[in-house]
């Protein structure tokens, strides 16, 4: 049963639709259904768009069209813009039933345009070449001749120092050759969605890898339903092509999964452990990873935050920023903990202050205790090269750190309760029953996309950057203390 109007495709859908058939259908029949995005998702977008605001003034001159709820009106101011022969920046055109907007096009000659799609990555990747070349099958159906397509991106080897030097923060890349193999199937995958749009029933289409390629499907709630509530075969360590063999098995838990079935040993533990329901535990490995330990033990964590478009002088586009960090200090064998903490109060650059005070704070010797450690090495190691006189210190700092994450990693230590994960979010309440739920800021993306949105953001109410505050002091001091925790839960477990 065919809808009584054919909608336009827009290239956003029209991606969808190279991903999945399905994920288009419902986006425009029952988009009710697809969860709205989240906060994490939204800052993505919000940056992308401050790129293609600083990519526009390297344009003077540039005319920016307002939005217009119908295609067709805005193709027609769009061209009648066009006859102007300025920079035009989300200039909209349509084809047949394709609709796109273009970031940037730049007149040249007498009637031609050079094409600028700009992306807040830091390379060409696959699925921007569709995108511009959905583009220019519309916009050259539309009269237009585009004369060069180009993509502008993030130089990740960018250094601020001062006001943000656009020209050389943004790179353009000729992407015209690669971009003109995969224009002329365009008109055929455009009408095979249209008619996908238009069918009354959710097309039939298999989950697989794509429901992560290029980006991650929001349908996987509903497309993945089939599987069990606990204990699914994708929770194999490393699963990746196995989980999918499997599943095309018909073998959909790891208890269903028979002692035929080649895996790794760690592989083999986890799944011995998830069929006897309980923990396996390597006492001698666990032995040797206590014994490294040196006190006084320190007990660290970081917070980071990240832009394409960096925040400080001294900084690289997307490097991690520490703006706060957590300190628990066991000074000897059965002391009680000292917490210690900081959360950057300003715009200013907080690793001076950071360095400055765990270089007090972490002694001459003892253990360095991390999660995942090399996040902080890299942090602390990063934050030396802008800031030289602590290098010394980080280098000595490097040699004593441990990570939390090795007993975990090598399966010296498994429970169920972990899925498959050696993350502290799954290892803490697998191994000692307390965890993160119930927490307003649960997550690192969280803690960096909330201090962003209350530091940076303009009319922030104090109540919210102090509610904000407590909330990050709140859940970086459970990553720190969380460790002692399982520290010594593992100390129990091998008496």
Not at 179 to 195: A, H, L, N, R
Not at 220 to 230: G, H, N, R, V
Not at 482 to 492: E, S, V
Request: charged share 30%; glycine share 6%; hydrophobic share 35%.
């Amino acid at each position: 049963m065919k809808n009584r109007h054919t909608p336009f495709l827009s290239k956003s859908k029209y991606l969808a639709g190279l991903q999945c058939m399905k994920l288009l259908w419902y986006l425009y029949n029952r988009k009710q259904d697809i969860p709205e995005i989240d906060a994490a998702t939204q800052a993505i977008m919000d940056q992308g768009n401050a790129v293609g605001e600083l990519a526009r003034t390297l344009y003077p001159g540039g005319i920016k069209l307002d939005r217009e709820a119908m295609p067709e009106r805005q193709a027609e101011r769009s061209l009648e813009a066009a006859r102007l022969r300025n920079p035009l920046f989300e200039a909209g055109f349509v084809y047949k039933r394709a609709y796109a907007l273009a970031d940037i096009l730049v007149p040249v000659g007498a009637d031609a345009w050079d094409l600028i799609e700009v992306k807040s990555t830091s390379s060409v990747k696959d699925e921007h070449l569709y995108d511009v070349a959905f583009q220019r099958y519309t916009y050259e159906g539309a009269g237009l001749k585009i004369r060069r397509c180009y993509l502008m991106h993030i130089n990740n080897q960018y250094v601020r120092e001062g006001e943000i030097e656009a020209k050389k923060l943004l790179k353009k890349e000729d992407i015209t050759e690669e971009v003109s193999k995969f224009v002329p199937e365009i008109e055929k995958e455009i009408g095979s969605m249209v008619d996908a749009i238009a069918v009354k029933d959710v097309p039939d289409v298999k989950v697989g890898r794509h429901c992560n390629d290029p980006y991650e499907c929001p349908l996987q709630d509903i497309c993945w339903a089939f599987l069990p509530p606990e204990d699914d075969v994708f929770c194999l360590y490393r699963g990746g092509k196995k989980a999918y063999e499997l599943m095309d098995k018909g073998i959909l838990s790891l208890a269903d999964i028979c002692g035929s079935v080649k895996l790794t040993n760690s592989q083999r533990i986890q799944v011995d452990s998830h069929g006897r329901g309980k923990p396996h535990v390597d006492k001698e490995g666990i032995r040797e990873f206590l014994d490294r330990l040196k006190y006084p033990l320190y007990f660290l964590d970081f917070e980071t935050i990240s832009a394409a478009i960096p925040l400080y002088d001294h900084s690289r586009p997307f490097e991690q920023i520490p703006f706060q960090y957590s300190l628990h200090i066991i000074r000897k064998e059965g002391g009680r903990p000292e917490s210690y903490s900081y959360i950057a109060p300003d715009r200013k650059d907080p690793r001076p202050a950071v360095l400055k005070q765990l270089k007090e704070l972490l002694g001459e010797s003892g253990s360095v205790i991390a999660y995942n450690a090399g996040f902080e090495k890299t942090v602390l190691k990063k934050a030396s090269e802008y800031y030289p006189e602590y290098k010394t210190w980080v280098n000595k700092i490097d040699k004593r750190v441990v990570d939390l994450l090795a007993p975990f990693r090598s399966f010296f230590y498994y429970h169920p309760g972990q899925a498959g994960s050696a993350s502290i979010k799954d290892v803490l309440p697998a191994l000692t029953g307390s965890g993160y739920k119930n927490m307003e800021i649960a997550d690192g993306n969280s803690a960096s996309t909330e201090y962003h949105r209350v530091t940076f953001g303009d009319n922030i109410a104090i109540k919210d950057r102090a509610r904000v505050h407590a909330a990050l002091e709140k859940y970086c001091a459970l990553d720190t203390k969380g460790m002692i925790d399982i520290l010594d839960a593992l100390r129990k477990e091998v008496g």
